[in-house]
C-alpha cells in the first residue's frame, strides 16, 4: 500500500505544462500533469487497446477530442474514452489533471 501525496507535485511551468509519473504497474498508470492558463495537452490517440480517465483535480478548462469537440471541465469532472479515441485538454485557468491508463503501455 502506498499513499500518494498530490500536495507535493503542484508546481506548473509557464514554458510547458509538468508531468510527474505517480504509479506504474502491468495494470495501470497514474500521471500528474499540471497546465497554466492557456495551455494544451494536445489531442493525441494511442494505437493501443485499453482507456483512459482524465480527472480535473483543481481548475477549469475543456476536454478536447476529434475535430471542434470540446467539453466545459472542472474540478471534480472525470473524461473517461478509449485510450485510442483523441483526447487531450486545454487549460482556462490554472489546472491539474490526474491520468490513469488501464492498462499501460
Sequence with gaps: MK???LSETREFDAKKFKRFLLHDS???RIL???LQ???I???HRHAADGQVSIHVIEGKGFFLGEGDTALPAETGDILVCD???PH???AETDMRILVTIAPPF
Design 3 to 5: 499513499c500518494l501525496r
Design 41 to 43: 495537452f494536445p489531442v
Design 88 to 90: 487531450g485538454v486545454s
Design 83 to 85: 485510450i485510442n479515441e
Design 26 to 28: 502491468p495494470y495501470f
Design 37 to 39: 492558463a492557456g495551455q
Design 32 to 34: 500528474n500533469f499540471n
